[in-house]
């Protein structure tokens, strides 16, 4: 019964899907035929009619071109109105790509979610059979249809998939959702470790792995497809760093070489890298950046901002670190980012990922700005809110915007019975930060203040465990008094160490994604770790 449920979710989204939308899935259905995905376009300079690059096990290139048939089948007009000529290209232009080295004429496939009309097919063969005649045999169209991409998605959905009724549901609530408002992050998140990280998921060898993690994947574009279609960039960017969270924990979870989960990172990092260039476009096109009543919604507008101003950073310094040119996407982020560094705000602690990926993002676009006065100023609000003489309203990582900001300001006493007084989650982050840029006297003037606020973070009992949504159970709450009197060099050595743990050393090979995730998960925010990504993002220490 669940196995014909889920079978026809599958149906209805390959029958509703966007070109875009069923793009990431493909490539995640691709990777567990084996086939190690090189590229994977954006939609914008389209190269060549090659959306998808792989190499099959056996070493030959694969170039896919995909493509909708929005009333379900591809009419022999519509072939002719221009796919015929984009076709055409897919077989007869060479792949050119950095990562293709062999001298052999690619496979070619047109791919599509319906069907192809019998005159469409026996085009094809026509062309086919022309360019045999003429001594072409490596020039061949193949094609993908809908029952095949079904067959392929079913398959990963029955060996993979989660099969317990409160699992299917979370997809189905998940598949059905308006997709306009934010995502529910721990339904996403606990659907997709059911598939890889629980106690009955062990994969037997890097094979099984990597199809594992591929299909959490499919399951990941399904569960954003509204989400997708509402084109609400920031809930399918959370989702998405929801997966990044689940392959770094599979990969700590079964001490994996980095060859069966690397691809599965870099095929979400592509899919989360285009959906903030697209955030950063849809804001460029709504600057006004108010959502709904202007009067009523105006309160959030500082922690949309907040949020909005992260994703930049992590955008800006992402493209960094691959060396591309300052463009006209960057300087727009710049200019965002350095006007509204006023106006961000730490409504609660889950927001400190937020605020320091801005710090990171404005230290490496605009420095002269001072991002460190920004940290000095989030030190002092949380000495001021929940410091001794303070009311301990600034809530810990656990609670999410609408009720961290409800209750900082009073305007939510019901059921308030936790007071954050003396204790901080990200007190000792941002200490690691401003320590790390050598501010001694700020530290000095401050750290009567700092010495009476605890120091807390949620000590998992296994590494792998960060990347788990909640752990109640296997691990324990941390809470660390600082000193009276402190040594400026003892507290400049405690934060100039980099952990050597396995964690620390993914947060430093793919810091930007780490950040991601820690964005969605603030929870899991440690000094450590920023000490780490502090290192790997801004090169020092």
Not at 355 to 381: C, F, K, N
Not at 503 to 513: D, E, G, H, K, T
């Amino acid at each position: 019964m669940k196995n014909t449920v889920l079978e026809r979710v599958i149906d209805d989204w390959l029958t509703k899907t966007t070109e875009r939308a069923f793009q990431a899935p493909f490539c995640q259905m691709l990777a567990a035929r084996g086939e190690t995905i090189v590229h994977s376009t954006r939609h914008s300079a389209m190269e060549l009619g090659k959306d998808i690059i792989s190499i099959a096990p056996g070493g030959k290139v694969h170039a896919y071109q995909l493509k909708t048939a929005p009333r379900g089948r591809l009419s022999l007009r519509e072939w002719r109105a221009g796919l015929q000529q984009q076709a055409f290209d897919l077989v007869t232009s060479a792949v050119r790509h950095p990562s293709i080295t062999s001298k052999r004429h690619h496979r070619s496939f047109f791919v599509i979610n319906g069907e192809i009309d019998e005159e469409v097919a026996e085009d094809i063969s026509r062309q086919n059979e022309a360019w045999a005649r003429n001594q072409l045999p490596a020039y061949r169209l193949e094609t993908i249809v809908r029952g095949e991409l079904a067959g392929m998605a079913t398959k990963l959905q029955a060996a993979f998939w989660p099969e317990e009724l409160a699992d299917v549901n979370a997809l189905l609530e998940l598949y059905l959702d308006s997709g306009r408002g934010q995502l529910p992050k721990e339904k996403v998140a606990r659907l997709l470790e059911a598939t890889t990280l629980a106690e009955a998921t062990v994969p037997r060898g890097n094979a099984e792995c990597l199809r594992q993690l591929s299909s959490a994947g499919v399951l990941c574009a399904l569960s954003m497809t509204r989400f997708s279609h509402a084109e609400n960039h920031l809930a399918e960017i959370e989702g998405w760093s929801c997966y990044l969270a689940v392959v770094m924990g599979a990969a700590l979870k079964y001490k994996l070489p980095e060859r069966p989960w690397r691809s599965s990172v870099d095929l979400a990092s592509t899919i989360v890298a285009g959906l903030l260039e697209d955030l950063v476009r849809d804001v460029e096109a709504h600057p006004k950046m108010v959502v709904g009543n202007p009067l009523s919604d105006h309160p959030m507008r500082a922690v949309r901002l907040t949020h909005l101003v992260a994703m930049f950073s992590a955008l800006w310094l992402w493209r960094r670190s691959l060396t591309l040119p300052v463009e006209a996407l960057d300087e727009f982020i710049r200019e965002f980012c350095t006007a509204h560094r006023t106006e961000l705000f730490l409504w609660g602690e889950a927001a400190a990922p937020q605020l320091l990926a801005a710090y990171w993002g404005l230290r490496s676009m605009a420095p002269q700005v001072r991002p460190d006065e920004m940290v000095l100023a989030h030190m002092d609000w949380i000495i001021r809110v929940n410091g001794r003489n303070g009311p301990g309203r600034l809530l810990s990582p656990y609670y999410n915007a609408e009720e961290a900001y409800g209750r900082l300001f009073g305007f939510e006493e019901e059921g308030l019975v936790e007071s954050f007084r003396c204790r901080s989650h990200s007190l000792e982050s941002f200490l690691a930060i401003v320590t790390r840029e050598n501010l001694k006297q700020a530290v000095r003037l401050r750290w009567r203040d700092i010495s009476h606020i605890m120091f807390a973070h949620f000590q998992t009992a296994k590494p792998w465990q960060e990347a788990l949504w909640r752990n109640a159970k296997r691990g324990k709450l941390v809470l660390r008094m600082p000193k009276e009197r402190q040594s400026w060099n003892e507290l400049r050595q405690l934060y100039d160490f980099t952990e050597k743990s396995a964690v620390a050393r993914l947060v430093i090979q793919f810091p930007i994604q780490w950040l991601l995730v820690l964005m969605v998960y603030p929870h899991r925010l440690r000094a450590a770790t920023t000490v780490a990504l502090d290192r790997a993002i801004m090169h020092s220490g």
